[in-house]
């Protein structure tokens, strides 16, 4: 009956708002335009980074803090050790991750570097790290992680703490975020570089705090 | 239809089945999975509708890079107390009554 | 802020805090704690009378603040009044007394007296209160504050009466605040006037004000324990005798009526309540539970439950004044205000009296209690003389003016109803003094506490507060035409209601 | 000025973190001291100066986002931060050490509060969607933490409600976009006309349904009892007193910004919500009457004092409807806080949450039943408090608006919530059976608690300048 009850509501709701795009009259505003006809003075060529890390860096801000939130709350529920049973890893897959984890790294910093001109950025190189360290940890090369060390909770909140500081001092001389389009180009750099490497551990560490096991407890 | 309308319209058949998922499905990691998809219609929504008449615009392509992220924390945080969860009772599901 | 401002808040001051630095006390330290009782309630009656000697001299006393845009907590001393304030302010000291001397060594005192002064502060409100709205603010603190009272003890027999006085006592609150802002909304404010302030609206809201008033009647009218409203009173006798005391005479029954004097007279004025025919209904009603409550007294072995009925006759004779449309009834009512709650809380006090000493809580087993609580029991005749309107007692007083109010207003039959009453209470009274006096004293009592030592037949703060009461129930029956008492005050009130010179009795 | 309101609780939330499990109190208590004044300041310059604006990045809407601090957001911002100080006055005297409950609780709470702030400040409809998941994630995540299987399932099926709800949210502000090609609500408000296209009108009724679950409204209420009746004592009075209220304010924030013209269009529109509030009043009041635990009881209570902020909405036509509605946000904010505190007190001290396991208290325990008294008073909207202040103004405006079911609603429901209230307090005033026994427990629970209540007493004797701030827009 409920079942029932909410495909046929689903079904309505597609046929309904479907029908309501398909004759929708173009739209007013035209954002594209404003942001190419900005895009010289927010110090990056790309416009989807432009967009991501100055027009609309504020919600950049927040997200970041989305994703430490969410790593602190896997940390504040506390993940106790089911053991999960997993094959050991071949010797072949640990020889590829040990081959292919530095490359991820340049790949990583290459990525980081192209987001100011053409697709890439902060997020993805912070994943393709983050994927180095999963595929290490799957070759039980790396292992899971217990509550973090002081050191590694600064690498997991310095890239927030270096946006919000940059953030904050801009506040200072003008509105919050507002880059002198001369700095905005090396100071989006700094941030971008921070979100890397704290992107890449927060997202490993999603990774590698949900499935640690006794093994690994220390 | 334009490709954009398309997307479109297939996010918002994408959202519709996932919300269906969310409230129909009781097992708790397919549940999380129907959130996923019901968020990415959302996402091609965004992309697509802003787009419809085929001329790039970066703000919604941003926004949901935005919003994949918001989404992978929610994920990651949805899967963390499920397996809390599966850790205390053994279930992956959640339990009827309601009175808590 | 001037000293008229000041001088109404002070009164309130003088009884809240005291409240609630009890609170804060503990159990244990007894001293400070009567201290602060005591000096509260004097300092309380000092300033009482600074405001009469004020209010006679012609000052006005008053001051507000606003709390919304456009709705303010307002209050002023005028005559009415002051005549609530002075019989509060002088009972709240007796009574203080008696529950010092009733409560000895009982547990959880300081919670008992902080709630007691809550109870006065909010008394204080309601007879200061300028508008409807500040009324109703300390209309429902003093629900809340009888409340921790009434189930004192803690039984579950206390819960089940406080519960029922809350039932009542809310769902009137509700009724009444309904009419309140249905006022406000039509008229933009509430603030109470000589010759009322319902007869700006003109004729065409006329229908609109009778429902208001109904809704008015019928919140006030639990408090005022109106039948058919009155089913918490004898509920709530659980209470200790101390607090049946303030219920009865003092805070919550008066409260009630005086809240019908004050929408009667102020809210929509006299002459305007007869042109909507709201009187003669009025009068009815209190007619009705003038008979009912005597007629249901003659019944009740419980010594406080039938006092409990014979305060809800006792209470509608001041409605009644109301409303008998004219200067003299107005007058016995005013003064009946005064006279029911001088007499009535000499009565309760000797009941808690014969409880704590002899244990005695009912009728039957009052046989002879006379001889043994002579000072007691002369008290507690007096104040039942007076309850029949025996002459020479504040009763006779108050029952002349009302009977001579009602052949003023041309409604005779209110005269019998009056004598059907008095004849009711002489049939409940009479038989309880025959008992005390002169059946024989029974081998023993059902639990004495208190030994007599030579003339103590109990102990004396026991003692003092009945015999205090009931001698000013004689003194406000011989000295009425003395200036200073209730009787001239409420000639005061109802000329100034009237703006009438003078107001004469014809005998 | 009003930045800082946002970066404050991001920043020591993250030092908080950099400290490690259970650290951080002082910084938080500095922290939320600052934050009180930023807030109180904010309030008084919104009085002096009218509306507040701040373009982040210094672009300005369309492409830019702004903040915008009006005399509503103003409001909720205070009330957020008067609530939040004392509140972590009581946790920290409420969590014992390594309490599993306290490891990130200081943290989590700055993210909360970042998420609410920005929230209250945000005028651009995708930016609120990353501060509604702010909130959320943070939300949940205090009621998880350090729980056992029944906090676990609560936060799980509180996690799904809020995912689904912001999820619709969502949705609909890419439709709006699509639309409009912009997500400025002061850019959308001139656009959005009574002839929009149905389009619109799906993506708001996406967005209010989106929010209403958030703001559990009946029938959406379902998570929340279990949530706030199952975390512990500080974070159920978090959630219930502000966290319910942000998506409440946001509902309200579109009601009468973007939407307000298809609200005009659409007049039987305005019922719904009151109608689902009237409802939520009697279901809620009912689930309390009969629930056997005090935080359920309380829990439902919020339910049903949730609804009187719903019946604001058909009498939106005067400007006075607002004021009842932020009043009434306020007196049962702090009115609800206080309960809970007062509750976490009593069940420390007794060991129990039961209901039927409190007589005595009274006497045990005499400020800690005053603070659940005085809050009882302001719910149930007795005079002199908050509630009644916020009482008095609904029933006026809806007799002034011939809507007497409105008025009769909220004096019904006031009614059924003193049979709620003095159940707890009737039980209270018991004597004590011979066999209990109490644990004492830190003054500091008791006493905040009873500042909290007083408070939305006080406020019930004063309520000129918060309205005089509300009527700023």
């Avoid at chain 1, 192209?114 to 902060?122: D, I, L, N, Q, T």
């Avoid at chain 3, 016995?332 to 704590?356: P, R, S």
């Avoid at chain 4, 912001?166 to 709006?176: C, D, E, K, R, T």
Wanted: with cysteine; charged share 10%; net charge neutral.
């Amino acid at each position: 009956m409920k079942r029932l009850l909410v495909v046929l509501g689903a079904a309505c709701f597609v046929v309904l708002l479907i029908g309501a795009m398909l004759d929708l009259a173009p739209a007013g505003i035209a954002l594209h335009a404003a942001v190419s006809a900005n895009l010289p003075s927010s110090g990056v060529e790309h416009p989807v980074t432009a967009v991501l890390l100055n027009f609309r860096g504020y919600d950049t801000l927040l997200e970041i803090a989305v994703l430490l939130l969410a790593l602190i709350v896997i940390l504040a529920v506390g993940i106790d050790s089911t053991t999960d049973v997993r094959p050991a890893a071949s010797p072949v897959l640990q020889a590829l991750a040990r081959l292919a984890a530095p490359l991820m790294i340049v790949v990583a910093v290459y990525l980081l570097w192209a987001g100011a001109f053409r697709p890439g950025g902060a997020f993805q190189a912070g994943a393709v790290l983050a994927a180095a360290a999963v595929l290490l940890h799957l070759a039980e090369l790396l292992p899971g992680w217990q509550s973090p060390g002081a050191r590694l909770r600064l690498g997991l909140a310095g890239g927030f703490l270096i946006f919000l500081a940059v953030g904050a001092g801009l506040l200072f001389q003008g509105a919050l975020l507002e880059y002198p389009p001369e700095q905005a180009g090396w100071m989006i750099l700094l941030i971008e570089s921070g979100l890397t490497v704290s992107l890449g551990l927060i997202l490993a560490g999603l990774f590698l705090l949900l499935s640690r096991d006794d093994g690994d407890r220390s | 239809m334009s490709a954009g309308l398309l997307f479109a319209s297939v996010g918002v058949i994408l959202f519709a089945l996932g919300a269906a998922g969310v409230l129909l499905i009781g097992h708790l990691l397919r549940r999380i999975l129907a959130f996923n998809v019901m968020g990415s219609g959302a996402f091609l929504v965004l992309v697509g509708l802003a787009q419809r008449n085929g001329i790039a615009d970066p703000v919604p392509q941003a926004m949901v890079l935005t919003g994949i992220v918001v989404a992978v924390a929610a994920t990651a945080l949805a899967l963390a107390l499920v397996r809390r969860l599966y850790a205390l009772t053994g279930k992956i599901e959640l339990p009827q009554d309601d009175e808590g | 802020m001037s000293f008229n401002e000041l001088l109404p808040l002070a009164v309130l001051a003088s009884s809240l805090l005291p409240g609630l630095l009890i609170f804060t006390l503990p159990e244990s330290w007894v001293g400070l704690r009567t201290a602060l009782n005591l000096s509260g309630a004097l300092v309380k009656l000092a300033l009482v009378m600074l405001l009469i000697v004020g209010v006679q001299a012609g000052e006005s006393y008053g001051v507000q603040f606003a709390v919304l845009p456009g709705l303010d907590l307002a209050f002023k001393a005028d005559a009415l009044g002051l005549l609530f304030i002075a019989l509060s302010a002088v009972l709240w000291l007796f009574t203080t007394l008696y529950a010092i001397g009733y409560l000895e060594g009982a547990p959880r005192r300081s919670r008992f007296f902080g709630f007691f002064s809550l109870c006065v502060t909010a008394t204080m409100g309601i007879a200061m209160a300028a508008n409807l709205f500040t009324f109703f603010v300390f209309y429902e603190l003093l629900t809340l504050a009888t409340f921790p009272l009434v189930v004192h003890r803690g039984t579950v027999a206390a819960m089940r009466g406080g519960m029922t006085y809350l039932v009542y006592t809310l769902i009137g609150g509700a009724v009444l605040l309904t009419g309140i802002i249905w006022l406000h909304h039509l008229l933009g404010h509430t603030d109470f006037a000589h010759a009322g302030i319902a007869a700006a609206l003109g004729p065409a809201y006329d229908g609109q004000l009778q429902i208001i008033f109904l809704l008015l009647m019928i919140g006030v009218g639990v408090k005022a324990a109106i039948v058919p409203l009155h089913g918490w009173l004898p509920q709530a006798m659980v209470a200790p005798a101390p607090v049946s005391a303030l219920l009865h005479a003092v805070a919550v029954v008066k409260a009630g009526a005086f809240g019908i004097v004050r929408i009667v007279y102020e809210v929509y004025g006299i002459e305007f309540a007869q042109s909507l025919d709201l009187l003669l209904p009025l009068a009815i009603f209190a007619s009705v539970t003038i008979v009912w409550g005597s007629f249901r007294a003659l019944f009740q072995d419980d010594l406080k439950k039938r006092l409990a009925f014979s305060t809800v006759s006792q209470v509608s004779y001041i409605v009644l004044g109301v409303a008998l449309f004219g200067p003299v009834g107005t007058v016995g009512g005013l003064v009946h205000l005064v006279h029911q709650g001088i007499m009535k809380i000499t009565l309760f006090f000797c009941a808690g009296n014969y409880a704590e000493t002899l244990g005695i809580h009912k009728v039957s087993e009052m046989n002879g209690a006379g001889r043994r609580m002579p000072l007691t029991s002369i008290a507690f005749t007096i104040g039942a003389l007076g309850m029949m309107g025996a002459p020479l007692t504040a009763g006779a007083v108050s029952k002349a003016w009302l009977t001579d109010g009602a052949t003023a207003a041309g409604m005779d039959w209110a005269i019998w109803v009056l004598w059907t009453s008095s004849l009711l209470n002489a049939a409940y009274f009479l038989p309880i003094l025959w008992r005390t006096w002169f059946k024989p004293v029974p081998k023993a009592w059902p639990a004495e506490h208190v030994a007599a030592r030579g003339w103590r037949e109990t102990a004396w703060l026991l003692l003092l507060p009945p015999m205090i009461t009931a001698a000013m129930t004689l003194a406000a029956g011989m000295f009425s035409n003395n200036q200073m008492s209730p009787l001239s005050w409420a000639k005061l009130i109802a000329e100034r209601e009237y703006l009438h010179e003078t107001i004469i009795r014809t005998p | 000025m009003m930045v800082w309101l946002i970066l404050l609780p991001l920043l020591w939330a993250s030092f908080a973190f950099l400290l490690g499990r259970g650290r951080g109190v002082w910084l938080a208590m500095a922290g939320l001291l600052a934050q009180l004044w930023l807030a109180y300041t904010l309030a008084e310059e919104v009085v002096a100066s009218g509306v507040a604006m701040h373009a982040v990045g210094g672009w300005g809407a369309p492409l830019g986002i702004d903040l915008v601090a009006d005399g509503l957001s103003a409001a909720m911002l205070l009330l957020t931060q008067c609530i939040a100080l004392p509140l972590a006055v009581y946790a920290r005297a409420y969590f014992k050490r390594d309490d599993p409950a306290g490891t990130y609780f200081w943290p989590l709470v700055g993210f909360l509060l970042a998420g609410l702030n920005a929230l209250f400040l945000s005028a651009d409809l995708f930016n609120i969607y990353v501060t509604l998941e702010l909130l959320g994630l943070a939300a949940v995540g205090l009621v998880a933490a350090g729980g056992g299987a029944q906090q676990i399932t609560a936060a799980l099926r509180y996690l799904f409600a809020t995912l689904v709800g912001s999820g619709a949210y969502l949705l609909g502000v890419a439709l709006i976009y699509g639309a409009y090609g912009t997500v400025s609500i002061t850019t959308l408000t001139p656009l959005i006309t009574a002839e929009a296209p149905d389009l619109v009108w799906i993506a708001g009724g996406l967005m209010m349904a989106g929010l209403m679950l958030k703001t559990a409204l009946f029938p959406f209420h379902f998570w929340l009892p279990p949530a706030h009746g199952g975390a512990p004592a500080p974070v159920s009075a978090l959630l219930s007193a502000v966290v319910v209220k942000a998506s409440f304010y946001l509902i309200l924030r579109l009601w009468i910004g973007p939407f307000s013209s298809l609200t005009v269009a659409a007049s039987l529109v305005v019922w719904l919500p009151a109608l689902l509030g009237t409802l939520a009043i009697f279901w809620g009041s009912y689930q309390a009457i009969r629930a056997e635990r005090l935080k359920m009881l309380i829990a439902y209570s919020t339910v049903a004092q949730l609804g009187y902020l719903f019946l604001i909405f058909p009498l939106l036509a005067s400007a006075g409807a607002l004021q009842a509605g932020i009043m009434q946000a306020f007196a049962h904010g702090l009115a609800k806080a206080a309960m809970f505190m007062a509750a976490g007190a009593l069940i420390k001290a007794t060991g129990q949450d039961m209901v039927a396991g409190l007589a005595g208290v009274a006497e045990r325990m005499p400020v800690t039943l005053f603070a659940f008294g005085l809050a009882g008073i302001t719910l149930m909207g007795l005079p002199p408090s908050a509630g009644f202040l916020a009482k008095w103004q609904l029933i006026e405006l809806a007799l002034s608006q011939q809507h007497w079911i409105i008025a009769f609603v909220v004096l019904v429901g006031g009614l059924l919530a003193a049979v709620y209230v003095f159940r707890v307090l009737r039980q209270a005033f018991l004597l004590a059976p011979a066999s209990s026994v109490m644990t004492p427990v830190p003054r500091m629970l008791e006493w905040t608690a009873f500042v909290m209540a007083a408070a939305s007493i006080l406020l019930g004797l004063r309520g000129v300048e918060l309205m005089q701030l509300v009527g700023v827009t």
